[in-house]
């Protein structure tokens, strides 16, 4: 079956400009996200994920600029749309959530409003009647207890994640075809974390939305998402379909990566182990692999150039040095995997 992909994103590079340089946040990123699938983007702080979904949503602010690349919607290109243009699709085809639900929501005014106005923005000619029937369907949706009590409920009357199911409702409001979700979970408790996985992921299948979903814990990927880009330093360092990258991770990043993952059976509360060393300046970037500081196969010419992007296998990638053909077998625990002797 040929896929269909409802976001195509070619060869993105978005910088800011600051008073210190320019900050190269996104440097040649490409992703498909395909129609009523959930793309993971995932890397640590400071790797280009929330710059490169704002980019998407031309939401950089005065600094920020695409600077070069591709991003087409449903076959149409959004870098050449007008402000106006934007506003539009953004809500309409494209919908967000982020991580703090009390920064986009107004205290003032009872929940079941603001999903109200939500609707009245983008179709002015529903009724009074009709919009209140359409929240409460939208509350019961993303299953709000008691939705015709709780639509008149402030924002600081509920928890964490019953406001995150409103944002969700919001974003679901005008059936968007794509859903951007940056750390959506992050802020919440690890049960109510898997609650509202578990709740995007039903309304995923009942909607046949796709979904763009950001996060630095492959855990919580791992629970989502179909395919995975996994992001250092600007650029997608490897990405593949899920199971492939968990069976299978063939970059030295994404490895570190999975060290990281707590154990299910491990002690609660223990600490992760971070990899070693600090994400680089994006003011000036490495000349050659973001990662080779931290790599701990680097060879000299990580430090030198940046690594070809290498197909290994039908449907992934790497950036990596490792899977050059001139790069040495020995020791090298990417052409062992490739081979499948790993
Ligand atoms: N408005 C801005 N002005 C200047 N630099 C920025 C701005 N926004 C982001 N950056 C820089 O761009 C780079 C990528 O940031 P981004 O927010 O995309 O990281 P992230 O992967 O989303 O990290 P996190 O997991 O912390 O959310 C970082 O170096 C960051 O400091
Ligand atoms: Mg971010």
């Known amino acids: 079956m040929v896929m269909e992909p409802i976001l195509e994103v070619r060869d993105l590079h978005t910088s800011f400009l600051t008073s210190n340089g320019e900050v190269q946040a996104v440097r040649g990123v490409s992703f498909d996200v395909e129609k009523g699938k959930t793309l993971g983007i995932v890397g640590e702080s400071g790797s280009g994920k929330s710059v490169t979904s704002l980019s998407i949503l031309q939401l950089l602010g005065v600094t920020g600029k695409v600077t070069a690349g591709s991003i087409r919607l449903g076959g149409e290109e959004l870098t050449t749309k007008s402000r106006k243009e934007m506003r539009a699709i953004r809500g309409e085809r494209i919908a967000m959530i982020f991580q703090d639900p009390m920064t986009s929501l107004n205290p003032l005014i009872p929940l079941g409003d603001q999903v109200g106005e939500m609707l009245w923005e983008h179709h002015r000619k529903m009724s009074k ?27 600081h009357e509920f928890s964490g994640g019953m406001r995150q199911r409103v944002m969700i409702a919001m974003a679901l409001a005008c059936r968007p075809d794509l859903l951007i979700a940056d750390e959506p979970t992050t802020a919440l408790d690890v049960s109510i974390q898997d609650q509202i996985l578990k709740l995007m992921r ?8 796709s979904i763009m979903f950001i996060t630095h814990d492959l855990g919580v990927v791992a629970e989502l998402c179909d395919r995975v880009a996994v992001m250092y330093g600007g650029l997608i360092m490897e990405e593949a379909d899920i199971i492939d990258i968990f069976q299978r991770p063939m970059h030295p990043y994404t490895l570190g990566l999975m060290a ?15 990899i ?12 050659g692999c973001p990662f080779a500081p931290r790599c701990p196969y680097a060879m000299r010419i990580c430090t030198e150039e940046m690594p070809p992007c290498v197909a290994t296998g039908e449907t992934r990638r790497s950036m990596c040095w490792l899977l050059d053909p001139e790069a040495p077998a020995e020791g090298n625990p990417l052409k062992q995997r490739k081979e499948g002797i790993a």
């Open 202 to 209: 039903s309304l995923q299948k009942e909607m046949g939305m």
């Open 260 to 274: 990281s993952i707590p154990d299910m059976n491990q002690d609660k509360g223990k600490l992760l182990q971070p």
């Open 276 to 287: 070693p060393g600090s994400p680089p300046d994006m003011i000036h970037p490495p000349k």
């Open 129 to 155: 009647e009709e919009r209140r029937e359409k929240v409460l369907e939208l509350f019961r949706m993303v299953r709000i207890p008691e939705p015709e009590k709780r639509m008149k409920s402030y924002p």
